[in-house]
């Protein structure tokens, strides 16, 4: 079946695919790379959002015609939400928050293992009060302390997780064990089952949560196979899809073994989703129909008095307390159905090309080091790298910075909210983290290690991958001679360029901005020539390095025991 949509009609219906900003060095074309955090917003999604909202109004009343329609378009969003991931038939579906950590916690507090710091203080403090009104044994309470630990529910977890995909269930009620990598840097399955299968779990609630693809190296895991382990051992089993659904196909009911509990998405990465709804899709089995919904409100209830409450028996129903995120939750459903319009094969054939292209290229540069797996095969189109100078690094953000102002390139910096897997990437040890934790305890953030990510995503053209490509390589060569255009501040982690001001940040989103504002610019965009562009891009910087001198004179940090751990160099400091 032909695809609805090609590649090239998406990707000139990208807002802000020929919008331009000043940088240090002059305009630049705003290249887009950062899809793994974001996606990109599309004109005619865009439009067809203002056009529902003629008719917009609250759901809860089917009596008008304004309320009828905007119920029915939720509606029929939920069930295209559902179509796409095979959850028709047993799945039920909830638009919580604005990414997958809204998802997951919605989806802890169903299965009950969820408690806010404040009210685990107040339950401690209440048992407490009532234990020595009844003059507890102390030695009693330590058994009864240590019987909790022995029951409560365990959770697994992979060894490439989203920051969300891990504390978030290290601050429950569980008892977190991480998965170990295997030897070619996924997910141990074997492990996997040495752990669910031990007999010590055999009587507690076990379930299984792991990314469905780190959202740093791209390396995907055998979500069918962990679903099939996790229910042989009577567990629960659900996916972490943040960043890898835009790309990769959902089954949540392939089989009766290798069925998916949960799914937690973010719609806001894909192409067209920015301002989304976060989306939790669950198999109903796992809802208790008898306990009263996790948020309790209005239109949860068949009938209210002042001493009975009757809540609803659908599901969805009962879940979506209060004003139901109308147009975030059409938007979901539309960025999500836009994958289906261009066809999967289109997608994947496209990631997997630019994905190997870009790891044999990059993989080559002496001073490039790819972070994770080489293999192509088995990663989707995520790209994070550091940059070696001499002995040290640059900077991660130093070189998005440079990316930014040399080439309007927009990537990412940092540790991307994963920080045990980058301590095994990055080979940080137990001593060394510590090293870094005191420092950064004393507000010295831009001391903690990092990287860069790109990703090369399928609506690219040959010419915005092939100019991401030379443009990472010059830093690679080159970017160590612009540091001295480049102040550090040693508590962000932030670099600015000496003497240039960012007139992009004083602008704000006040109503007076918003009547000064030509919306032409965002739906009529102009055409510019990429190739034309890019090409006097690279030609600037080579001729700015050439000209700028090759010595170098680098800074130390005035603390001693910060200095001692220093990984990279800088000419100039600043503070806020």
Known sequence: MKPLLTLEEVRDALIGRYFTFQTPYGMRLLTYADYTASGRSLRFIEKYLIKIQREYANTHTEDNVTGRHMTNLLHQAEKIIKKAFNAESNCRIIAIGTGATGAITKFQEIIGIRLPPATKKLLIQLIDKSSKEKVLNPALSKIYDKEIDRLKPVVFIGPYEHHSNDIMWREAIAEVISIQLNTNGGIDLKDLENQVSDPKYKDRLKIGSFSAASNITGIKSPVYEIARIMHKYGGLVCFDYAASAPYVKINMNKNSETFFDAIFISPHKFVGGPGSS??????????????????????????????????????????????????????????????????????????????????????????????????????????????????????????????????????????????????????????????????????????????CRVTFHYLFSEVEFQFICQSIEFIADYGYLLLKDYSFNINTGEWVHINFKDVHLSSKPDIKTVLSTNLRNCFEEEYIDQKKEFTKYLKYAKDLVYNIGMEEDYLQLEDSETEKLRWFNFSHTYED
């Open 278 to 451: 976060g989306i939790l899709v669950f198999n109903e089995r796992i809802y208790d129909q008898t306990l009263s919904p996790t948020a309790a409100g209005g239109g949860t209830v068949d009938f209210v008095s002042a001493t009975t409450v009757d809540y609803s028996e659908d599901i969805e129903v009962r879940e979506k307390a209060g004003t139901p995120g109308v147009l975030q939750t059409i938007k979901a459903a539309l960025a999500i159905d836009l994958k289906d319009a261009l066809g999967f094969d289109t997608i994947a054939s496209k990631e997997r090309e630019y994905t190997t292209r870009a790891l044999e290229r990059l993989f080559k540069h002496p001073n490039i080091e790819i972070l994770g797996p080489h293999d192509p095969k088995n990663r989707i189109s995520i790209v994070s790298f550091t940059i070696k100078h001499g002995d040290k690094k640059l900077h991660p953000k130093f070189i998005t910075k440079l990316l930014n102002d040399l080439f309007g390139i927009q990537s990412r910096a940092g540790c991307m909210c994963a920080g045990p897997y980058g301590h095994l990437l990055l080979q940080i040890s137990e001593e060394k983290s510590q090293q870094l934790r005191k420092i950064t305890q004393r507000g010295k953030l831009g001391l903690k290690p990092g990287w």
